[in-house]
């Protein structure tokens, strides 16, 4: 019984399920956040330019069937609200930050790529150690402009 209770604290103490917990509760506070910025920004503006934020009413009947279309657009709306959100304000500042990290840390290194085998070099190294390609050095690339 002992080795069961071990082997159970062993699994619960691997960093991946600390992990998957940690990101299971900051997406369902994430998912309030959007969820909060949807319906309290972006549906009011969908209803200033529609004049309603909810299509629920809109309905078409043939033979008796009666097909609740304005769900759908409610619910296509909100798709895409939900998706502008997480690209405008998630997404986009997310790569724009990480461009700017990339830029600072080219500049900082040392090596750099080989450009036959893509192996980290010297940055003033004439010929590759990994696969012998002649290669120029950094410092004598003329400058662009």
Do not use: W
């Amino acid at each position: 019984m002992t080795g069961m209770l071990r082997d159970f604290k062993n699994f619960i103490s691997r960093g991946n399920v600390v992990d998957l917990a940690i990101a299971v509760v900051l997406g369902t506070a994430f998912a309030a956040v959007v969820k909060a910025l949807v319906a309290d920004i972006l549906t009011p503006i969908v209803a200033a330019i529609f004049g309603d934020h909810n299509f629920a009413g809109l309905t078409f009947t043939i033979n008796g069937s009666t097909f609740l279309y304005g769900d759908f657009i409610n619910a296509v709306i909100t798709f895409v609200s939900v998706a502008a959100a997480i690209f405008f304000f998630v997404v986009k500042p997310l790569l724009v930050m990480n461009a700017r990290r990339q830029r600072g840390q080219a500049d900082d290194s040392d090596t750099r790529a080989c450009t036959e085998c893509l192996s980290d070099i010297p940055k003033a190294a004439r010929r590759c150690a990994f696969c012998t390609a002649e290669q120029i050095p950094i410092a004598d690339v003329p400058a662009a402009g």
